[in-house]
């Protein structure tokens, strides 16, 4: 029976191994314990058509329209098409998605034209999500590797055969699954967990893969202005709420018309403009009008924590900030999870498959999870047709990565300010040649641990994303540039990148 490593243990990667465990050996690695992931913190939902007035064509259009020009439609149309059956499965595999009078309830967030929007224990539906498919896991045949970090996959005439763990350790198998989440600990202000290093794309472009769009990052509006930065769901938003200014007034109405629920982009830059015209006073959302109890029951998690933080947020309104939510680019794959290298295959938010183009719709991360972890499994039954990786995504470009013998070096503070101020919600030339500079000069730590081995690919990944962001000179979805306002006429192009 042939064999296959699953690195991560989100939706995407647990997704795959159960799809897999039937047909072959599985090994299912992750750095910390289980639960850690990006899904288990998810809140704002799932997004799929289960409604008769809803469809999928209206779904494929707000995708298409979230993605700034540059969503692969055909790639929407996989996931928007076979959502409700992924949905299905999850309720097959324990998942107990909320319902009001015996049928699923359905929410409304920013960008989509329906609610659509499906949620597990009203915030918690990412966690919902994580613990019932980890349940099914543990009863499966899958060996479950927890607290083992893999450093470096292992090339052998140019396909993926393995991995090498953090002792030396190499574990061989015929497929490789990379399915290691985003990136957010780029950034001092993020919603993702310690974990969301960028393990999966650091690890790919040692390797040689092809990587994309990595310039594209979405903020997301509203996390807790408060140690941690909670994330204030979008949700919230979609229920009412609203953005005030210092004088209580809702700035958002002057900026978009859609206003509190346009595109994460808009709102984010919009909260962030706002807060430079009353520096030290911050933007706040007022979700007064919701009352305490509706906001208790529909938020249970983020009422605690508020109120953790000494907030009443059903009787005043709450400091929110932007913070590092989302990465759209990745480890360049196909609509099947294949990447440029014979046997790895990349899902989830590690991998940029075209699905959310330049800025991601509310909701859609999650369904892609569990869509794409099941296809790639499909590939692997019976694969389609390989595809000429050099003949459709436009502008290759090399990275030069090499560290220098005089390199100093770098504490992960000085790595996430950097990038903050230079590749976060405003971008422009100067700062980033200055940030490239600066990262040119300091050394990747000597891996002895989990923490210099994440250090080390925080340092890889953060190159890639500046290299790429001084490449894209205009603005588009989460890449915005103060040098270049305006996006460039149509058709929208990708970037692609590989380390020679």
């Known amino acids: 029976m042939k064999s296959i490593l699953v690195i991560g243990s989100g939706v995407a990667g647990v997704t795959a191994a159960l799809e897999a465990v039937d047909r072959y050996d599985v090994t299912l690695l992750t750095k910390s314990d289980l639960a850690q992931s990006n899904t288990r913190y998810a809140q704002g939902g799932v997004a799929v058509v289960t409604t008769e007035d809803d469809s999928v064509e209206s779904h494929v259009a707000d995708t298409l329209l979230a993605g700034a020009g540059l969503s692969d439609e055909d790639t929407v149309r996989v996931l928007c098409a076979e959502g409700p059956e992924a949905i299905d499965e999850l309720i097959d595999r324990g998942v107990k998605f909320d319902q009001v009078d015996g049928h699923l309830a359905h929410g409304l967030e920013a960008a989509h034209s329906y609610a659509r929007i499906l949620h597990a224990g009203g915030d918690a539906t990412g966690a919902g999500i994580a613990y019932a498919l980890i349940d099914r896991l543990r009863a499966s045949a899958v060996v479950i590797r927890e607290s083992t970090t893999a450093v470096d996959l292992v090339i052998e005439d140019g396909a993926a055969v393995g991995v090498t763990l953090l002792d030396g350790e190499v574990l061989r198998a015929d497929a490789v699954i990379l399915a290691t989440g985003g990136a957010g600990q780029l950034y001092p202000y993020t919603t993702n967990p310690e974990v969301a290093t960028g393990d999966g794309v650091a690890m790919a472009l040692r390797a040689g893969a092809i990587v994309s769009d990595l310039e594209f990052y979405q903020f997301h509006p509203t996390s807790l202005d408060a140690p941690g930065n909670f994330l204030v769901s979008e949700a919230v938003r979609g ?14 109405l002057g900026i978009h018309p859609d206003a509190e629920l346009a595109p994460r982009d808009v709102v984010a830059r919009g909260i962030a403009t706002q807060m430079a015209k009353q520096p030290g006073v911050p933007i706040r959302l007022d979700a007064t009008a919701l009352g305490a109890e509706f906001l208790a029951r529909r938020f249970p998690n983020i009422d605690a924590a508020c109120r953790a933080q000494g907030f009443d947020w059903g009787n005043e309104p709450i400091p929110v900030t932007p913070a590092a939510h989302y990465w759209m680019g990745g480890v360049r794959t196909d609509e099947w999870g294949r990447t440029s290298i014979r046997g790895l295959y990349a899902v989830g938010e590690v991998a940029c498959n075209g699905l959310h183009g330049a800025n991601r719709l509310a909701s859609n991360s999650l369904l892609e999870g569990a869509v794409y972890g099941t296809r790639c499994i499909a590939a692997l039954e019976d694969p389609p047709p390989a595809e000429d990786w050099d003949a459709d995504w436009a502008q290759p470009f090399d990275l030069d990565l090499v560290d220098r013998d005089d390199a100093d070096d770098f504490t992960r503070n000085d790595l996430q300010t950097l990038m903050w101020n230079a590749a976060g919600l405003t971008r422009a030339g100067d700062g980033m040649r200055a940030a490239v500079s600066r990262l040119a000069a300091w050394k990747s730590p000597e891996v ?16 890639a994303v500046l290299a790429m962001a001084l490449a894209r000179q205009e603005s588009r979805g989460g890449h915005y540039r103060s040098d270049f306002p305006d996006a460039l006429p149509a058709p929208a192009h990708h970037s692609s990148a590989a380390q020679k």
């Open 239 to 252: 229920e009412g709420a609203v953005l005030i200014d210092r004088d209580g007034e809702r700035f958002m």
């Open 448 to 463: 002895t641990d989990a923490k210099s081995a994440e250090d080390a690919n925080l340092l890889i990944v953060s190159r």
